[in-house]
Nanobody, 126 residues
Framework: QVQLVESGGGLVQAGGSLRLTCAAS????????MGWFRQAPGKEREFVAA????????RYGDSVKGRFTISRDNAKNTMYLQMNSLKPEDTAVYYC???????????????????WGQGTQVTVSS
């Protein structure tokens, strides 16, 4: 099994920035496509961003496109989500996920991801 641990969440004012980090426990991290999802209270889990195993292909949810950037450092078994121009509606628990299929085109379907972190809380105040 692959263990994923998110960090970097916290409280920030609207318009501010945060960088989330996802650290993987296995060296096989480099074989996996990776993604970020989020879930706010009372809402369904929402796709945020995804990146293929090589890092050259990314996808973003419409609500975060142009504001968030996903990246990865395979040498460190680490993935990042840079979050800029944060809005109160970005408030949610953010989850890191890994897709072991090594697909070249990142998927936006949470059912395609095999491993999940415990989540990190992001709260954006108005």
């Amino acid at each position: 099994q692959v263990q994923l641990v998110e960090s970097g969440g916290g409280l920030v004012q609207a318009g501010g920035s945060l960088r989330l980090t996802c650290a993987a426990s296995q060296l096989t991290f480099s074989m996996y496509a990776m993604g970020w999802f989020r879930q706010a209270p009372g809402k369904e889990r929402e796709f945020v961003a995804a990146i293929n195993w090589r890092g050259g292909n990314t996808r973003y949810g419409d609500s975060v496109k142009g504001r968030f950037t996903i990246s990865r450092d395979n040498a460190k078994n680490t993935m990042y989500l840079q979050m800029n121009s944060l809005k109160p509606e970005d408030t949610a628990v953010y989850y890191c996920a890994a897709d072991r299929s090594r697909r070249s085109t990142p998927t936006v379907d949470d059912r395609d991801f095999d491993y999940w972190g415990q989540g990190t809380q992001v709260t954006v105040s108005s």
